[in-house]
């Protein structure tokens, strides 16, 4: 019995088809500088070597977790590729980098080029919306890897900053503000204990309206994670950059116990404010349904703040009306640097 | 009973353990131009800008494919990630970049921060052989997404060439010859249906030993996918680039008849002499195991060609030569360029 490649769960076909659509998402992302079309070796991205004294190249790798797991609960493809693009743009916004181009991973184990291009339409809009080209990836279909009808995506950014304006915490001392500004929701992570949380210990299905949400499981789950870099901007295009902005911590897994040290200085530490802001319904019932522990909360979740500022005190209300003007009037204070050896402290748990 | 994150299949501690054993392993690969350690959020590399009259950065996105099933099956994880590193670096040598820096993505279902070491191990000892610098990377932990002691990488390589040393393929014209630089194995692609035919159809095991194969079977497949900058990069460094190298095809998945074509211009075609070269003993292994078709094997397989070199028919045999002396004996004229529409004829089919 001859053997063929399509019969071992590869459809060679398949992956044609879905490269054909990717195209044209990708095309509608491309900014003046890219030299390449979609379908060559490498994405070609012309750096404009002008506009640098010293020009730094910021990367990133991230993934979207099983948050993808609701995206198959419910279908919808469309979103996580946005959570994935805006997730990598944070994470280069807090050295002070503006993205460039973007590339993605797509595996699964049998390819339907609808659900792929439904999964790339997602980035390629989020893309568009920060001007950062999708120039290039890889769609993997891998026989034996994914369960049927799931995949998983990661994502590849690379953006510059000028060497001067790199924002890398250094200069933060015990004194300066801490500044939240909110998430959207979950963003991209604890979405494996979150599911317990919903599916198993409250009992709830994707479409279950929860009125404390004023939507459905599926949907507060989902929303997508935001990029901080449409309000940010202004503020590093004034060249706050290295001045203002002493530091940015993304708040991603490990939530602000584990993320917010990693931009602390020797000598330095954080006291967080657990009263400063109210918590969003969505990590209350968390919390409550599952029962989870206050700290475990704040190692898991981002509690409602996705990014957090660090400046001098003095430069805290501008920053806050700053972050009001270019469209982000939810900033507040949420604590302060105080010395210590990189970690944090929280005060007024509820 | 109150719930926390490790009860739901994530272990925080775990992927720490994993940080702090990448992070060494990382170090050894830095370069000049790395700014950042890994751990912050995003990878900082200095461009040296003055290197360079029109920086055009190139990138690719990779994976491994179902060659990580052998990686199971053998227990053997140090040698994908070279895998992972060479096929982005060949990615973006066609193009005549230079690597800069590399990230990776590991996902897996239970992190074993032992298994991830090694993965990684080969990651940073391949970037370190290409002078390229591991300067970040993703390692998720998803629960229900993989099965026990599997997991998927993923890679992401940016490079460097100067606008004027680009190669692109444009000045390809029919008449020029096309040489093959021979393949070290599979290299990434195929092992869908090449497991199937070992282990099914020809019922071996991986430590089966082939005499054929001079090794067994599970070595045979895991053979690493070579990189071709060692012997390339000097025909690159003499200038060599946009002129006598006039382009370069990564034979990847989809074979010498999808990947030649990429690299051909409107009214171009190619023309492959079958016999020109000894197909290794591999391939005539699951082409007799699977009685796969010719054409088919072509498709799926590299069948003992990893890379081709377009190029005027009167630089050919110096092309040869100067690949000679950098180390690869085994160049050899494979084709030609024809009038066509950018795809690819056989002929000598054995």
Avoid at 57 to 83: C, E, P, Q, W, Y
Avoid at 84 to 102: K, R, S, Y
Avoid at 142 to 164: H, K, T
Wanted: hydrophobic share 40%.
């Amino acid at each position: 019995m001859p053997m063929d490649y399509r019969q071992s769960g590869v459809d060679i076909d398949a992956g044609n088809d879905t490269v054909r659509r990717i195209k044209s998402l990708a095309r509608g992302t491309f900014t003046p500088g890219v030299l390449s079309e979609i379908g060559s070796f490498g994405g070609l991205f012309k750096l404009d070597r002008d506009r640098y004294q010293e020009p730094v190249l910021v990367s990133s790798a991230d993934g979207v977790g099983t948050k993808l797991k609701v995206a198959f609960m419910t279908g919808r493809h469309d979103t996580v590729g946005a959570d994935l693009v805006n997730h990598c743009v944070n994470d280069i916004l807090v050295q002070g980098a503006e993205p460039l181009f973007f590339l993605d991973y797509l595996a699964t184990g049998r390819l339907s080029p609808a659900v792929a291009e439904q999964v790339i339409a997602g980035v390629a809009r989020a893309c568009r919306e920060n001007g950062c080209a999708l120039i290039g990836g890889e769609t993997a279909e891998m026989p034996g890897f994914y369960a049927d009808g799931e995949y998983d995506i990661a994502g590849f950014i690379v953006g510059v900053v000028d060497r001067p304006k790199l924002i890398d915490g250094h200069a933060i001392v015990p004194g300066d503000a801490l500044i939240g500004l909110p998430s959207s929701g979950l963003h991209t992570n604890g979405y494996s204990l979150a599911r317990r949380v919903c599916f198993d210990a409250a009992g709830w299905q994707p479409d279950t309206t929860v009125p404390e949400l004023g939507t459905t499981v599926g949907e507060a789950l989902l929303a997508t994670h935001r990029s901080y870099l449409p309000v940010v901007r202004p503020l590093l295009a004034r060249g706050d950059g290295a001045g203002v902005l002493k530091g940015l911590a993304h708040i991603t897994g490990g939530g602000i116990t584990e993320n917010l040290p990693r931009i602390l200085p020797d000598g330095c530490a954080a006291e967080i404010d657990r009263g400063a802001w109210s918590v969003p319904a969505l990590f209350r019932l968390l919390q409550q349904h599952g029962g989870i522990a206050t700290d475990e909360m704040f190692r898991a979740f981002n509690m409602g703040i996705g990014m957090i500022v660090a400046c001098a005190t003095r430069d805290a209300d501008r920053v806050i009306a700053d972050l009001a003007r270019a469209g982000e009037p939810g900033a507040t204070r949420i604590g302060r640097v105080i010395s210590g050896n990189r970690d944090v402290t929280y005060i007024n748990t509820p």
